[in-house]
């Protein structure tokens, strides 16, 4: 068989995301489609829109044959991890053949190129000092790498700017890395990652494909303003608006949005700004601000930036952009602030890397015609496939435990937000179930 894996955070699944799933399996003749798919928090430091088991529930349906989680430690980080914490989850199952990613190049051997010529220049002095340069000039990470990389013949430095191209790099480099056998397929992304417009519908009927950003700035400017009358997700107060959204989702994810039985909506940082608050006033009593940068990826300039904010900002963008300045883009606030809210910790993740990105191997979901899929990762994966997590302390070797702590926290973390904003009741996730084909006929 042949298997080709994915890397997603589907938040939320749209159009473009299942034209890449079946550009995939078409171009890599795959049979099977693995998908190492974010939990509940995503790379920008923000709450996914809807959990991961809603977000398995449109990756089963958008074309997928198995879905795995990537923990939280990797799913929250910065790119070098997040492709090396999903990478190495691929390659322990053992059996996959390609790792496929959209980018904006769709140059498989340019990305490489890049990744080796990363891989050079970061042993460099000079790309060491020219870096520096640039940061200090106040440009954004991706371009002062880019601007470091002109000194350095053999690629094109443009390729280190856009954000596809990025992930697509870093996927290269960890394949490399770790000795995978998995080959790399860069696929030509369509539409801008940033743009914040919905797509027209196309003539003709062609699928709409609006990017994860603009779906979710439209399900923000019109989803929050008013709930439905019934209380189950976010109404567009716009028809058009509305229609465009409706256009550029599938079908799964326009029912897990909109039509809900369960009233249980969608989320974002705002409604965790509270449980921030407190874990910020929790950690910062009778304490200096030194406490907060054991976190991931949080300097002592910034630590003492969030203690004089604690008890002034108004919710969770607006402490981002409070912190913001020219040395700290807001996404990045955010994710520190991401790090504090779960617990995530520098040196975790620095040992993560040294030990070469050991991994639990969690499922969350499947589709029927998966079976024979399963059957084989069983037999090859280096570590054991975990379906009930009831099970994993018994399964798991005593070094991974915390790294499925830290997403059992995350859940939960999540899930009390989710409570107290829509009045559902909270879902435990010891008791939650894996998606199966059974499970994807019923409706939330």
Known sequence: MTVTGIIAEYNPLHRGHEYQIAQARRLTGADYIVVVMSGCFTQRGTPAVLDKYDRTRMALSGGADLVLELPVRFACASAEYFASGAVSVLNRLGCVDYLCFGSECGDTKALIDAALLLEKAEQSLEYQQKLREALKAGLSFPAARSRALEAFPGTDPSLFF????????????????????????????????????????ASGGDAAFSSASAIRAALLENGRKKQQQEGCGPALSRPEAAKRLRFSLPGETRRLLFERKDKRGILTEEDLSSLLRFRLLQLL????????????????????????????????????????????????ASRCLCHILLGLLQDDLDASK?????????????????????????????????????????????????????????SHIYQTAVSGRYGTPFLNEYQRQIVSPAQLSAQP
């Open 162 to 201: 856009l954000p596809n191209n990025i992930l697509g790099i870093e996927y290269c480099r960890a394949l490399a890395a770790q000795k995978s056998a998995i080959r790399p397929f860069a696929i030509r992304r369509r539409g801008n990652y940033h743009d914040t417009r919905l797509t027209e519908e």
């Open 354 to 410: 040294a030990e070469g990105f050991p991994v639990y191997l969690r499922l969350l979901g499947f589709s029927e015609r998966a079976l024979p899929l399963l059957s084989a990762v069983k037999k090859s994966a280096a570590s054991p496939l975990l379906s009930r997590l009831t099970a994993a302390r018994q399964q798991l070797p005593k070094e991974l435990l915390p790294l499925l702590e830290e997403e059992i926290r995350a």
């Open 285 to 332: 009593e009778n304490r200096s601000s030194d406490c907060l940068t054991a976190f991931t990826d949080v300097t002592p300039s910034l630590a003492d930036k969030i203690r004089r904010q604690v008890y002034f900002f108004t919710g969770w963008q607006d402490l981002c952009d409070r912190l913001h300045s020219r040395d700290l883009p807001h996404a990045r």
